[in-house]
């Protein structure tokens, strides 16, 4: 090892707290399922539990979390990061890095990504309420008296948790890491105790156990498939969160702590079911003391909280991308910290996210009902998320065709397994997160159409830049002291709002600067990079920023930040004009008549560009104008 490669203890010290971090955000999902996973195996499927079919279904658990999450997640997605942001738009903006737009093979990517992405919604309203009914339907192993009170404390516990989002997360978050690190030691004492007892359970560790379930019992092996994947769900988290912690931390936690945990205890439950097959009502909690219950209830409904926190926070998260990738409007978008960009809130899909979750548990009424429900959206994503990868690995990874192809065939064909096992549930509760996606898909490919529809109506009216110059030359157009920003989305053209201001004030400023904000397919766009200023004669300008997805767009102090010659932004001696345009249904648009009104409800409902650009309300001055569409 160099001196350079040595770690300093400076370095070691923040390795530690990433890990630690990691642990509370990213695993809090894969963390909990052991509450519901080994029972829903032998519900789901209907197998008897008996010594060949509890190993059997140990087995297919340990080499799913062995071959999606270890193999596949640890190792293989995790190296496709985009600027080290994961991700399923992350990764489908790398994707679709360097293809051409509006081509088949383009929008098939892209209609991957939404897919992914929108079924990645119906996972974060399932995760919260299963996690939480599950841990506090604990309380029903001590006595039967709690059962109609189950409901209850799971909505108020759930009801909590959203209406506290507003005020961040930040000092509740510092607690999430030792929380999980006494979880994942709890989980694996519990274990530890029971494999003891009956060590001939670690013969599940061989996969011709699991290989002998399938085959001998045919269809019940299939729908036991089903049940197993509730074993991997929150697999997507580790890559999603990836530019949060970075690689390593993420790796560190899941080989040092979490992966161990979560397999003792699974073996623990395994155990305890070959030596009392009537322990299957509940193998988590009978593995747990008599004196011990109510705590390891309580230390679970903490526990819960977090992998909903988990799941709630990248809702946040993706819509964010979203909105600066052009898949969904804009929304009002809180920063909850000084010093964390990625701590945001955003109260319409908090709301939304609550209303989902609570009609959910008020609906399917225990976590065996939505355990039904669950498995349809994390399967879904992964298939995504293996198609994505795949394209990565070709055209930026430079894999060639036989190593790509083989892992494509090897984790397609697992990810397919489980997603096909899981459309048996569409009936059975599969049918509500299929039916957010639906939902989600549908106003993000309506809002990007209609964006383009709009962009090319805007086009056909636009006058160029040469026509207002020859006007300018004669004198014609008084003009005043100060900047004025006219915002545009147009790079070319003049925008609206000064052919509008021209229109009815009869004057312009001393300095025009014509601004397009551009959202660029990468995590951020460093400060060298951000401006691109193209001067005119007559005062005008044309000014380009340029911003990452992750970034923050604030305009205003984008360009403090930036001093260029001849062009002073100062803050009282600066206006920026936008345009707050009415949509006008019309016969001729490209789009069809509902996904035009949908469109139209979706600008009304549209964060105006001044309060998403953080433009100070006092310097604004908005110009109505009516688009027929």
């Not at 506290?164 to 929380?179: D, E, K, S």
């Not at 993706?318 to 010093?339: D, G, K, N, V």
Request: aromatic share 10%; glycine share 8%; net charge positive.
């Amino acid at each position: 090892m160099t001196e350079a490669s040595i770690p300093t203890p400076a370095g070691t010290a923040k390795l530690r707290a990433l890990t630690l971090g990691a642990l509370g955000v990213v695993y809090g999902d894969i963390g909990t399922s052991p509450l519901y996973t080994l029972r829903e195996c032998f519900v789901q499927s209907g197998l008897p539990v008996q010594h060949d079919t509890v190993l059997g279904v140990l087995s297919l658990i340990f080499w799913s979390l062995m071959l999606v999450v270890t193999l596949k997640y640890v190792t293989f997605v995790m190296r496709a990061d985009n600027q080290g942001e994961g991700g399923i738009l992350a990764l489908t903006a790398l994707a679709l890095r360097g293809m051409r737009p509006g081509h088949r093979r383009t929008m098939a990517v892209m209609a991957t990504g939404l897919i992914g992405a929108a079924l990645f919604y119906g996972d974060s309203i399932i995760t919260p309420a299963i996690s939480v009914l599950s841990a506090i339907e604990g309380l029903t192993v001590a006595t039967p008296v709690f059962e109609k009170y189950v409901i209850p404390i799971t909505l108020a516990i759930l009801v909590m948790l959203f209406v506290v989002q507003r005020h961040g997360t930040a000092r509740v978050g510092a607690l999430f890491g030792p929380i999980m690190v006494v979880w994942f030691a709890v989980l694996a004492l519990l274990g530890v105790a029971q494999i003891v007892r009956e060590p001939r359970v670690l013969e599940a560790l061989l996969p011709i156990h699991a290989l002998r379930t399938l085959a001998e019992h045919g269809t019940l092996g299939f729908v036991l498939l089903g049940a197993v994947v509730l074993a991997v769900t929150g697999g997507e988290a580790l890559y999603a969160d990836m530019g949060h912690f970075g690689r390593r931390p993420i790796q560190m936690a899941w080989y040092g702590i979490v992966l161990p945990g979560l397999l003792i205890n699974y073996f623990g439950q395994g155990a305890l079911l070959l030596s009392d097959p009537s322990t299957i009502e509940n193998p988590f909690f009978h593995l747990a003391p008599d004196w011990a219950l109510y705590p390891m209830v309580a230390l679970a409904a903490a526990a819960t909280i977090i992998a909903s926190q988990a799941v709630i926070s990248g809702a946040f998260s993706m819509t964010r991308q979203a909105i600066h990738l052009r898949y969904l409007p804009r929304m009002e978008i809180r920063h909850t910290s000084a010093h964390e960009i990625g701590q945001i809130y955003l109260p319409a899909v908090n709301w939304l996210l609550l209303a989902g979750v609570a009609a959910l548990v008020l609906g399917f009424k225990t976590s065996s009902n939505l355990a039904a429900a669950y498995g349809i959206a994390v399967t879904g994503t992964m298939v995504a998320t293996t198609l994505l990868a795949y394209k990565v690995a070709r055209r930026l990874g430079k894999w060639t065709l036989w190593q790509a192809g083989g892992a494509l065939i090897v984790f397609l064909g697992i990810d397919t397994a489980f997603f096909s096992a899981n459309l048996l549930k569409v009936f059975e509760g599969g049918w509500f997160p299929l039916a957010v996606a639906a939902g989600v898909f549908l106003l993000m490919t309506t809002w990007r159409r209609g964006r383009a529809e709009l962009r090319d109506k805007l086009a056909e009216d636009a006058i160029p830049m040469d026509a207002l110059m020859g006007r300018l030359k004669g004198g014609a157009i008084p003009r005043v002291p100060g900047t004025a920003v006219f915002l545009t989305s147009s790079a070319r053209d003049l925008p609206p709002s000064l052919l509008h201001n021209l229109k009815h004030n009869k004057v312009l400023h001393e300095r025009v600067v014509l601004l397009t904000v551009e959202i660029e397919d990468v995590p951020t766009v460093p400060a060298s990079e951000r401006f691109k200023l193209t001067p005119y004669s007559a005062g005008f300008f044309r000014l380009i920023v340029r911003f990452g997805f992750m970034d923050e767009p604030d305009v205003p102090a984008a360009l403090r930040e930036r001093r260029m010659p001849g062009l002073p932004f100062e803050p009282m001696d600066t206006t920026y004009f936008v345009s707050r345009e009415t949509l006008i249904p019309t016969r001729r648009t490209g789009l069809p008549r509902w996904q035009e009104i949908v469109f139209i409800t979706l600008s009304k409902a549209s964060t105006s560009a001044s309060e998403y650009f953080c433009i100070p309300p006092g310097r604004v001055v908005e110009l109505g104008i009516q688009i027929e569409i």
